[in-house]
Every structure is written in C-alpha cells, then in structure tokens.
C-alpha cells in the first residue's frame, strides 16, 4: 500500500547524515509490512492535491509545537479536517498526534511533568507495550468522539482513535536504539534534564516493541483501504 508523508520537520543535519530525516525513518519502519510512502514536506509549504490523493495518510513527528504560530499549521489542520471527513486513514506520531486530536478540538500543551526520552512502558487495551518517547508537549483535553486506545502514569492520552479511520501516537516508534541514542548524545544536553539523559541511556538497548506497533499501524492502513473509502 502506498501512502502520502505529512512532514511536519526535518531531523538535525547531523542527524540526517548518519540515519537519514523521517521519510527514511518511516521506511524503515513501515516498508517491511508493505506500506510504501510519497513524502509531502508541509512544513515547507509542500503540500498534496487534497485527502484523496493517496489511499492513507501519516503525519511525521517535529520539533515545533502544534500550538506555535506557523503559516503551514493552519491550512495542515484544515487538510485534516478533510482526510477525516473524507474517511481517509489517517495516522499520527508524536506531533502528528497532537495536531490531529488540535485539529479536531482537542488542547495540546507543553507539559507541566516535563520531558519523557527514551524508553517508556504504556498500557495498550490490556496490554503492556515498550516504545521510545521524545516530548514534552501533551494532548491534555481529547476532542469530542475520541477514545483513549493507550496510556501510562506519565501519559494519559498515549495513542487514541478516532471512529475507525484515525489512529495517533504519542511515543516514536521510528525511533530505535540507534536514532534515540543520536538524539540523546548531541540533541538533549542543555534541554533535557541529565537524570532523565542518564537513565535513558542505561535501557536504550532494551527490547521494546517498535515492530509490533509497525505491524498494528500497516494493519491499520490496509484495513481503511480495504473499505474502499478512496476514490
């Protein structure tokens, strides 16, 4: 199946060099479960022709706020409107989930808990699911219709559904051992608390579970196509 990237930033330049920017982080992640991906970088101005452009649809994670002031988030938020009304999967990760639940009425903020980096434990529907985490912005008022698919001590709102056209993630699956670690070495200093760095870094390697949410979210994308609900 092939699906458009919403790209709502760009990974530093470091970064990029060494593990490459989303659209080569979402490949790897999503493209052994069959899902192919057209990279639209909004963040620039680029956007698609309209919501049925591709069979499906995910919006990348970023270093911006949903909340900031930029003259790519309004007409992004009335894309999605249309993607939802359109009845077009849509799923988000990290910023994408919290412009999506924005987009919708829902409030996104920067958390008064502070940062969550690397390595965090979530309840998923009776499940116990491991992902790596990089934010300090939260949803903290859901929109209306919208049920909590996910959460965690830290998190209440983790991963949310909207009908059955819309899946969001608060944690980073696209973010292994590997690119967690870039980030935490050259990227957290100075931002991020050093306790939360330190013990970040000490669990790194451990197993968590980025392939079974790759699988939940192609299952997810070949399901909605499966409707026929694209043009």
């Known amino acids: 199946m092939h699906i458009g990237l919403l790209q709502t930033g760009h990974l530093p330049e470091d970064f990029q060099a060494e593990l490459g920017d989303y659209p080569e982080l979402y490949g790897r992640l999503l493209n052994p479960h069959g899902i192919t991906m057209t990279a639209y970088p909004v963040v620039d101005g680029v956007f698609p022709e309209g919501p049925r452009a591709h069979a499906g649809w995910l919006i990348s994670g970023s270093r911006h706020g949903a909340y900031e002031d930029?003259?790519?988030?309004?007409?992004?938020?009335?894309?999605?409107?249309?993607?939802?009304?359109?009845?077009?999967p849509l799923v988000g990760i990290c910023f994408g989930h919290q412009?999506?639940?924005?987009?919708l009425g829902g409030?996104?903020?920067?958390?008064?808990?502070?940062w969550?980096?690397?390595?965090?434990?979530?309840?998923?529907?009776?499940?116990?699911?491991?992902?790596?985490?990089?934010?300090?912005d939260q949803v903290t008022k859901l929109p209306e219709g919208a049920r909590v698919l996910s959460s965690s001590p830290f998190c209440s709102f983790a991963a949310v559904g909207y009908g059955d056209t819309v899946l969001t993630v608060q944690a980073h699956p696209e973010f292994g051992?590997?690119?967690?670690?870039?980030?935490?070495?050259?990227?957290?200093?100075g931002?991020?608390?050093?306790?939360?760095?330190?013990?970040?870094?000490?669990?790194?390697?451990?197993?968590?579970?980025?392939?079974?949410?790759?699988?939940?979210?192609?299952?997810?994308?070949?399901?909605?196509?499966?409707?026929d609900r694209v043009a």
Do not use: C, M
């Open 70 to 88: 930029h003259d790519w988030i309004p007409p992004l938020e009335a894309l999605i409107r249309e993607i939802v009304a359109a009845r077009v």
């Open 99 to 103: 412009i999506i639940a924005r987009a």
């Open 107 to 114: 409030t996104v903020e920067k958390f008064t808990g502070g």
């Open 116 to 136: 969550a980096v690397g390595r965090h434990v979530y309840e998923w529907e009776g499940e116990e699911i491991v992902l790596n985490a990089w934010h300090q």
């Open 177 to 189: 051992p590997s690119e967690t670690r870039k980030l935490l070495e050259t990227r957290a200093p």
């Open 191 to 227: 931002v991020v608390p050093a306790p939360l760095i330190e013990e970040a870094l000490t669990t790194i390697d451990d197993p968590n579970h980025d392939t079974e949410l790759a699988r939940r979210i192609a299952a997810f994308f070949n399901q909605g196509a499966s409707h």
